[in-house]
């Protein structure tokens, strides 16, 4: 049986619940975080525009995934990628989670994009299984090893 889940678009009045969500998710995993009152001060602006984008599932809120969109001189839409896909402890498996990834996907054709990214940890077997089922892939056509992400903090 489908469930079906709204999804909205935050909006900056939703900054702090956004901001809560994400510092959860971080301390779900021991990941630092500066906590939700900065976030939700960056938030506040960054939700008011269209570089960035917020989806919020349940009510009261039960998942949330946020995008970044970027332009490219490989495309003629933005590269959208999601930044954070988070389903609350104890309502995983309810389909919040597939109810936000497909409406980050609409969201991004309607909006011109031709590819949309994710990083996952290597060790996130769960999530690799959740995109995959969803028709992403690590590897290019044509060729035989996964693609890689690096990065480099600056500060």
Not at 13 to 35: H, I, K, R, Y
Not at 81 to 106: I, K, S, W
Not at 126 to 139: K, L, M, Q, V
Request: a negative charge; hydrophobic letters at 40%.
């Amino acid at each position: 049986m489908e469930h079906t889940h709204p999804v909205r678009r935050a909006t900056p009045a939703d900054a702090e619940l956004v901001a809560e969500m994400l510092d959860a998710f971080n301390g779900e995993f021991e990941t630092p975080s500066p906590g939700p009152e900065v976030l939700a001060g960056r938030l506040k602006g960054l939700l008011a525009g269209d570089d960035l984008v917020a989806l919020l599932t349940g009510e009261p809120a039960t998942g949330l995934a946020v995008l970044s969109f970027r332009v490219s001189a490989w495309y003629d839409g933005p590269v959208v990628n999601l930044d954070e896909l988070y389903v609350r402890p104890g309502l995983r498996g309810r389909r919040y989670g597939h109810a936000l990834l497909t409406a980050a996907c609409e969201l991004a054709r309607e909006r011109g994009a031709e590819t949309f990214e994710i990083n996952v940890d290597g060790e996130d077997v769960d999530a690799r299984r959740f995109y995959e089922a969803h028709g992403f892939t690590n590897t290019e056509p044509g060729a035989a090893e996964p693609m890689f992400y690096y990065y480099r903090d600056l500060v």
